[in-house]
Nanobody
Framework: QVQLVESGGGLVQPGGSLRLSCVASGSIFTINDMGWYRQAPGNRRELVATISRGGSTNYADSVKGRFTISRDDAKNTVYLQMNNLRPEDTTVYYC???????????????WGQGTQVTVSS
């Protein structure tokens, strides 16, 4: 099986920073795209940022210039550095990875359990 575990969420004041981490573990052969999404109650899950295996990145317009996605393939980890946080960034953040796993010999999308980010004074 494959697991994604996020960490790094919490409470921060407006203008502050947080760094989210997501570690993939289990029967992993290789990882393709990795990304971060967020979902507020009653809303659809929306893309925040993605990064390809080659390092190409894509960001939602609302976070461009403030958030930076990166990955460490040796550690099967993706990061999201969030700077200049705003109250509207408050929600649950989920990590996603496209993984080829040994246990089923196919590509699948895997999700973490989510980590809460709250931006408030």
């Amino acid at each position: 099986q494959v697991q994604l575990v996020e960490s790094g969420g919490g409470l921060v004041q407006p203008g502050g920073s947080l760094r989210l981490s997501c570690v993939a573990s289990g029967s992993i052969f290789t990882i393709n795209d990795m990304g971060w999404y967020r979902q507020a109650p009653g809303n659809r899950r929306e893309l925040v940022a993605t990064i390809s295996r080659g390092g190409s990145t894509n960001y939602a317009d609302s976070v461009k210039g403030r958030f930076t996605i990166s990955r460490d393939d040796a550690k099967n980890t993706v990061y999201l550095q969030m700077n200049n946080l705003r109250p509207e960034d408050t929600t649950v953040y989920y990590c996603n990875a496209r993984i080829f796993a040994y246990h089923n010999n196919k590509w699948s999308d895997y999700w973490g359990q989510g980590t809460q980010v709250t931006v408030s004074s």
